[in-house]
């Protein structure tokens, strides 16, 4: 008997695979096919329509020492998960994730058909790929495919479609001194800090009790691995006073605050990639320290503060 009854209706029970999202950063340049010198074809790439891609155009020649992260994406629009392969070749070098996860390394590759080929499993729905290359000197390039396990064909391969955004950077300058956890003497625990487990820092080791007069300049760096802006808080607490710089840019100052619950708190937006967190704090005389928190807008979660991984210069 048929009753014309519901058996299934369209509500908020329905979901799809993960969608395309809108990756943020700069598009590659492409340097030219595989093949293009320096690198040459004696690797016999299995994808020669694959480009040599970088993050600026003349880098076949020369490019900075230094890393940045290629981005793009795959859609797998069936329901199972696809096995593929990534032939990669990367002067010099490269980490891979997929979806966050790290998948492999790559090394050089030009000079051989011995060259890297990971194996990865695309997920239904978005698949993330994000390649960090490091160059040491002279030119810089990246040409890579996925490819299916199952008949060959090219999934997704490097061209000016990827997205560069810039990656961590070894930073020159000393490690600094910790001082103590917030709390300590002299400045105490007036202001309630919203970190407690930040420490004061400072380029002396005895800095709490006293320092020379002048400024240091003190830095570290945030990598916001998503794909989007992330706003954040910087808590800061100066004695006596600072100077803040974000990429470059000067997003604020702040003087003492360690007495009062109303320090300084400077909104902040990091993009996509390395942050570059600079901080030019100033002793008058007497005691010296910097006592800062980057806490996040959105989950109130600490990403970073200070300790004895900031450097001094």
Avoid: R
């Avoid at 069936?78 to 990669?88: A, M």
């Avoid at 390039?141 to 064909?153: D, F, Q, T």
């Amino acid at each position: 008997m048929v009753n014309n009854s519901v058996l299934l209706h369209t509500d908020a029970t329905w979901s799809l695979p993960s969608a395309p999202v809108q990756l943020s950063g700069t598009n590659s340049f492409s340097l030219g096919k595989f093949g293009v010198g320096p690198w040459g074809s004696a690797s016999n790439f299995a994808d020669p329509s694959s480009s040599w891609i970088w993050n600026i155009p003349t880098a076949a020649s020369s490019a900075p020492a230094g890393s940045v992260t290629f981005s793009n994406q795959y859609y797998n629009s069936t329901s199972s998960t696809i096995p593929v392969v990534l032939h990669i070749l990367a002067d010099e070098s490269a980490t891979i994730s997929v979806n966050g996860i790290s998948v492999g390394k790559a090394s050089g590759g030009w000079t051989t058909t011995s060259y890297s080929k990971i194996p990865i499993n695309l997920t239904a729905g978005n698949n993330l790929i994000s390649i960090v290359a490091t160059n040491a000197s002279g030119p810089a390039g990246l040409c890579a495919a996925l490819l299916s396990s199952s008949n060959n064909s090219v999934l997704l391969h490097t061209d000016s479609t990827w997205i560069s955004t810039p990656a961590p950077v070894q930073l020159p300058g000393t490690n600094t001194f910790n001082l103590g956890l917030f709390g300590i003497s002299p400045w105490g625990s007036a202001s309630q800090f919203a970190d407690p487990t930040a420490s004061w820092i400072w380029y002396t080791s005895t800095a709490a009790a006293t320092a020379p007069s002048g400024s240091v300049t003190f830095v570290n760096q945030y990598y916001n691995s998503s794909y989007n802006t992330m706003p954040a808080i910087l808590h800061i607490l100066a004695d006596d006073s600072a100077t803040v710089f974000v990429n470059g840019a000067n997003v604020g100052v702040a003087v003492a605050g360690w007495s009062t619950t109303s320090y300084t708190k400077i909104p902040v937006n990091l993009t996509p990639g390395a942050n570059l967190i600079s901080i030019v704090d100033t002793n008058a005389s007497g005691p010296a320290g910097l006592c800062a928190s980057l806490i996040s807008s959105v989950t109130n979660s600490v990403l970073l503060h200070t300790d004895t991984t900031w450097l001094s210069k």
